[in-house]
């Protein structure tokens, strides 16, 4: 996708489409009173809802606009209309999602060139808040998984989308602009990874992937392989790979930070190339979908590359706990005892809680680069389905207030984050029979503040840490209007608007 701003006004663009947003049914178009009015009977016409994320495309010249069109003063000879809903409930992902949905319809119709205004009128959105937002929905409405795809070269052709219309302030929406289409370019790399089932997205073929992205990139990578691990008694990663042909692995990328003074803040993402749930072995419909149990790595590979080119103060450094997990005549068994990273004992009772596990020994690691903050990102529970649906990730930690940042930079991000509470309980519920920990709590309640329970151990308390629990939000099972069935990449948006907001 290619994104063009421009001071020239949006009446000046003979584009292929205008995309105009919709909110409370009314379209979005400062100053252009007849065109408005002309619009708003189109929208009566059709009945379009203007909900979000619903899209309306028609050709101008056979349309309540047909007028405009003939007397030159509309230039575009499609309109997309693109819905946010009503003002009342706005948030930036209905945004996103809309410039998303617009594009994908587009595309549809035959349409690859659409312009925008820049004037934002949308609650509270700033002008480069929106440039960035709707930058960010059109590019990744431009993108499909199709690598396996035999006739995908035959569709070929680049979109391209321009934001037309002088800014109040230039510099500002040209730097959203620019910033947008870098962490676009992130997304939309890390997200064919992010795609690839089992068989083809191994732990080596990610370690191998991270590598040449560093290079490329100037991050410096590292990797911890089997040997490596069973020197540094990172036994309950081991454990997890023990049943897997493929061998575990953690990964760390290091971005300097302009400010190398500055502490980093270390970015942990749980990378299960495949949870089949080991010997406790899921059932069929529950291991679908289970190539993506490496979403919270692959959030933090997509980080990491935005950071890398937006350059921020703050050191960072991303690791990935790579495993497989698969049940083997070498595969832990329940019941199992093992000792992490950080010394303390763990009985494995279920095998398929196995993301604690990689994560308690990469958890352990990271202390030692003495972190501003770490934020972990995991597709960890199924209970978080449960709590919040497909809708929000949940974040629990061991501090309130760094909760509450990330749930405002997820705000700005248009990824929406919702605060659990982690209570001595919690804790107590994890501790084991005859060790330390058990990897399941005694009760069977609350699974997703359990495993940050867990989580909780291997972490000192003086540091700021959020786990953030993505397994409802990191891939979609069916397409929707703003984006194909996939990764989503969730946590990612989130981690560069915090980082940036550091400065
Ligand atoms: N990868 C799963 C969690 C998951 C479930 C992710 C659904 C995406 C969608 C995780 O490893 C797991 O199996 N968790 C268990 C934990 C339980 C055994 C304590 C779960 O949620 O059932
Ligand atoms: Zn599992
Ligand atoms: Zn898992």
Request: hydrophobic share 45%.
């Amino acid at each position: 996708m290619k994104l063009t701003l421009t001071a020239r006004p949006l009446e000046t663009q003979a584009k292929e489409a205008w995309i105009i947003f919709v909110q409370n049914k009314k379209p979005l178009l400062s100053g252009h009173t007849e065109l408005t009015k002309l619009l708003n009977s189109q929208i009566k016409k059709t009945g379009f809802s203007g909900d979000y994320a619903k899209t309306l495309v028609f050709p101008t010249f056979l349309s309540a606009v047909a007028s405009a069109k003939a007397d030159g003063k509309l230039k575009a000879d499609n309109i997309v209309l693109a819905g946010l809903g009503d003002r009342k409930h706005f948030r930036m992902e209905y945004l996103e999602r809309a410039a998303s949905a617009a594009v994908r319809a587009g595309k549809k119709a035959g349409i690859k060139h659409f312009a925008t205004g820049t004037a934002a009128e949308i609650g509270k959105v700033s002008e480069s808040a929106f440039v960035r937002a709707v930058a960010r929905g059109a590019a990744w409405g431009s993108y499909s998984f199709d690598t396996f795809k035999t006739d995908s070269k035959k569709r070929g052709g680049e979109l391209s989308i321009t934001f037309a219309g002088p800014c109040v302030n230039a510099s500002a929406c040209r730097k959203a602009l620019t910033e947008a289409e870098l962490e676009s370019q992130a997304l939309l790399a890390t997200a064919d990874l992010a795609n690839l089932p089992g068989n083809e997205a191994t732990p080596q073929k990610i370690a191998n992937w991270a590598q040449k992205m560093a290079k490329e990139n100037g991050l410096t990578y590292s990797v911890l392989n089997k040997a490596e691990l069973k020197n540094k008694k990172c036994n309950a990663i081991l454990a997890v790979a023990a049943g897997s042909a493929q061998d575990a692995k953690i990964i760390t990328l290091k971005y300097k930070g302009t400010n190398p003074k500055a502490k980093p803040v270390v970015l942990v993402g749980k990378t299960i190339t495949f949870d089949s749930g080991g010997l406790s072995l899921k059932t069929g419909k529950h291991m679908e979908w289970m190539q993506y149990d490496k979403s919270g790595g692959m959030a933090v590979l997509a980080a990491m590359q935005m950071v890398a080119h937006l350059k921020p103060a703050t050191p960072v450094i991303g690791m990935l706990a790579v495993a497989e997990n698969m049940p083997s005549g070498s595969a832990a068994r329940p019941g199992d005892i093992v000792k992490a990273h950080n010394g303390k004992t763990i009985e494995i009772l279920n095998t398929d809680a196995e993301g604690r596990l990689v994560l308690a020994d990469a958890l352990s690691l990271a202390k030692l680069h003495k972190p501003a903050a770490i934020v972990d990102l995991a597709t960890l529970t199924g209970a978080v389905l449960s709590a919040l649906g497909y809708t929000a990730a949940a974040v629990v930690g061991n501090d309130h207030k760094f909760n509450q940042k990330l749930i405002q930079a997820g705000d700005a991000a248009g990824e929406r984050l919702w605060e659990l509470p982690l209570w001595p309980e919690n804790m107590d519920d994890m501790k084991g029979t005859f060790v330390d920990l058990r990897n399941i709590s005694k009760s069977s309640t609350a699974g997703t503040i359990n495993g940050a329970a867990f989580l909780a151990n291997f972490v000192p308390e003086e540091i700021p840490w959020a786990h953030l629990d993505i397994a409802g939000t990191a891939y979609e099972e069916h397409s929707k209007a703003w984006t194909d069935a996939g990764a989503t990449l969730f946590g990612a948006r989130t981690l560069i608007e915090w980082i940036k907001g550091m400065e």
